[in-house]
DNA sequence: TACGATCAAATTATCGATTTTTTTTGACCG
DNA sequence: CGGTCAAAAAAAATCGATAATTTGATCGTA
């Protein structure tokens, strides 16, 4: 059964839903930075809804983390730090090599086609739209992860890659993630999955993560981050 | 430092914040059942305060997986299934034990003595009041975790506690919790943890969840939850 | 100067009313 | 009968206004 890859478009759903979308966004991409002070007032003129959607988005954003919510003292984007990002990438491997290999484990041809559209999809896009290549990026690494039946375990995973993508957005042009051959790394993940090799995927998945993470790493113990 | 056993007043905080605490309440213990639809307007009656605090704390109860929301539709409370609780003792295990391990490994006197208090304070509360002998039992289990120096991790282990120990609810009576000398475990967890032995500690507390979890399968897997 | 109290401005939280969406009902036609 | 459609009812989402709370500034006092 094919899918569409649906990127839900900017007018989709109810306004909490828009709102929820563009914010986490913001604050994935930095436009919003760390710490900082999300004033409901603000935020209205800049999204164009009332009060109330704004808050419910918050508050849904609270739960991925991305959000902080201080009782009767409104909401502020989540803090960054060493240790908070070092803990992000530790559980992420842990996590993701456990639904790795449980998808694996359950592979068949359904899980196998959607996964090498997902991987074809983003190398299409890379050299185009830089915006989607991202969440194409996202669909794929989910995809890889999609046979676990396992959804709580899914939903930390997907979590925890949107904790960790901010950082890397937050490395900016700082992060010369197109040096690296990832495309190659991308290859290959795939390649290990498509053959059911669950020790080789998982290794090269591992490494993928910590290639990107021990850099971030040192940028951030150096401080050098926006 | 000691520290008060904080169990908040059921007029603390903000509207929302008691709302919260309320509904989730509801949910655990079953009074809510799963799948039940949650509408606005019948909880503002229960709960006597006005939609936006409830729309809030819904919204905060959907991150942690207790309540459904569906956009344009409103709210439910999350399915069971035993797949669902097979799921989140699976995670339970994996995640406690990494957890677990990590607070034993940093260990020192601070963690050891609230540990020791939190399991007093569980066991002395044993006879008395039914309703606040469960919250002092996940204070105790958290302690357990609690050096961890991981808020993700911890966070989500307080997630699957709550989504697990609901099912010991709504197995009820059914579940005849005393029978087994669990007062016993508790002891043997908290000794082997106070040793240091993190071996001892987790096969202990991974046996302790297995146990209980079995048993429920069991009752899940014939439908015999109310 | 440092400290604490007090008041005004800013901001959040909450409410009640309105709009939008979904669900139900019941009449009508094949 | 069984199914389709439209109107009515119910419920959810959203808005604008009000109440409650926090923040920041000012002033007096030791």
Redesign the pocket.
């Known amino acids: 059964m094919l899918m569409a890859n649906d990127l839900p478009d900017a007018r989709d759903g ?3 839903q828009r709102a929820y979308r563009v914010l986490r966004k913001m604050i994935v991409t930095g436009e919003l930075k760390p710490g900082e ?5 603000g935020l209205r003129g800049r999204l164009d ?5 704004i ?2 988005a918050l508050s849904l954003l609270t739960s991925d983390n991305l959000v902080e ?1 201080i ?5 502020r984007t989540a803090e960054i730090s060493a240790q908070n990002f070092d803990e992000i990438l530790k559980l992420r491997c842990t996590l993701e090599d456990l639904a790795l290999r449980e998808s694996i484990a359950k592979a068949d041809d359904a899980w196998e086609e959607q996964l090498v559209l997902a991987h074809h999809r983003m190398a299409r896009a890379k050299d185009g739209n830089e915006a989607t290549f991202e969440d194409l990026h996202k669909l794929f690494h989910m995809a890889l992860l999609a046979n676990a039946s396992s959804p709580i375990l899914l939903k930390f995973c997907s979590q925890l890659y949107d904790l960790n993508i901010r950082y890397r957005f937050l490395a900016g042009r700082a992060l010369n993630y197109q040096r690296r051959d990832v495309s190659d790394e991308h290859g290959g993940i795939l390649a290990a999955a498509v053959a059911r090799d669950a020790d080789a995927a998982s290794s090269r998945l591992l490494d993928h993560y910590k290639m990107t993470g021990a850099f971030l790493a040192g940028l951030l113990e150096r401080n050098e981050l926006s």
Chains 1, 2 share one sequence.
Not at 37 to 41: A, E, F, N, Q, V
Not at 71 to 75: L, T
């Open positions: 109810s306004a909490t002070k999300l004033k409901i007032d809804t009332g009060a109330s959607p808050r419910e919510r009782d009767q003292r409104g909401f």
